[in-house]
């Protein structure tokens, strides 16, 4: 889990969305009219989209901010802190840090028959404080929560102590362990339980990651599927498409074990 400081690119970020509002603004009807980044294909929206994921990916070390695997433009999706098509009642609930309550409004609330750029308040769809970077995996983390409710924990600074990672690769968090489970990040039959075992296992052995190959991946998958004889995640790691592929995306938890 990642811990996200906004104000390292704020300025970047809110200059990307005032450029998306002042595009969308029609004079001749006197209102923003589709302000978002949806069917951006249809216009130069795609061009927004795009800038935002960079500086998105900037922050976060080109990291997805729950599973800590290593993305970049073409594995990216844009998660919302704050669901999309959260209703207005039960917005106040996600209002619980300053980077929300300070920057963000309701997309419903917010005035889109008045030209002010920018905004004193963004709506939460296109807000730079309500967006972050997530891998595109549909087995976890933003794809895999959808609209489930979570704690905007990525604003803990806390965060990166508070979740633990064991040698079995299991994820856990007193604090946050619900919200572990609704991502997928805490499932025991997950493909990312055994890539964190095998990368705990490298790092019992080696001493730099540099030293690590494909090959010696290899050697580790096929020494856990004869450990786990019958292990239908594990064996996927072998099949086509392959989870293998994976292993070398998650370099992240080499440092991590090697520290713990």
Not at 20 to 40: F, K, P, S, T, V
Not at 143 to 158: G, T
Not at 189 to 195: A, C, E, R
Request: aromatic share 12%.
């Amino acid at each position: 889990m990642k811990y996200i400081d906004k104000s390292i690119n704020e300025t970047a970020g809110k200059q990307i969305v005032d450029n998306l509002l002042e595009h969308c603004w029609i004079d001749d009807q006197n209102r923003y009219i589709n302000a978002d980044y949806e069917n951006g294909l249809c216009d130069n929206r795609t061009t927004f989209y795009k800038e935002l994921s960079e500086v998105l990916l900037e922050e976060q070390n080109g990291l997805c901010c729950y599973c800590l695997k290593e993305i970049n433009e073409d594995s990216t999706t844009l998660e919302h802190i704050i669901p999309n098509k959260l209703k207005l009642g039960d917005f106040g609930s996600y209002l619980v840090t300053d980077e929300l309550r300070n920057n963000v409004i309701h997309k419903t609330a917010f005035d889109r028959s008045a030209k002010v750029i920018p905004p004193v308040h963004y709506p939460h769809d296109i807000a730079y404080h309500n967006l972050i970077a997530s891998c595109n995996s549909k087995k976890h983390c933003n794809n895999y929560r959808s609209d489930k409710k979570i704690e905007p924990f990525i604003f803990d600074a806390n965060i990166e102590t508070l979740v633990e990672y064991d040698r079995a690769g299991n994820a856990s968090c007193v604090q946050y362990d619900d919200d572990l489970q609704k991502l997928g990040l805490s499932n025991t039959n997950s493909p990312l339980k055994l890539i964190r075992m095998i990368w705990y296992k490298l790092a019992q052995i080696f001493n730099q990651i540099n030293e690590i190959t494909a090959e010696i991946i290899d050697d580790i998958i096929y020494e856990l599927i004869l450990l786990f004889d019958g292990n239908r995640v594990l064996e996927n790691f072998t099949n086509t498409p392959s989870y293998k592929e994976d292993v070398l995306r998650y370099k992240w938890f080499f440092q991590y074990y090697k520290g713990a």
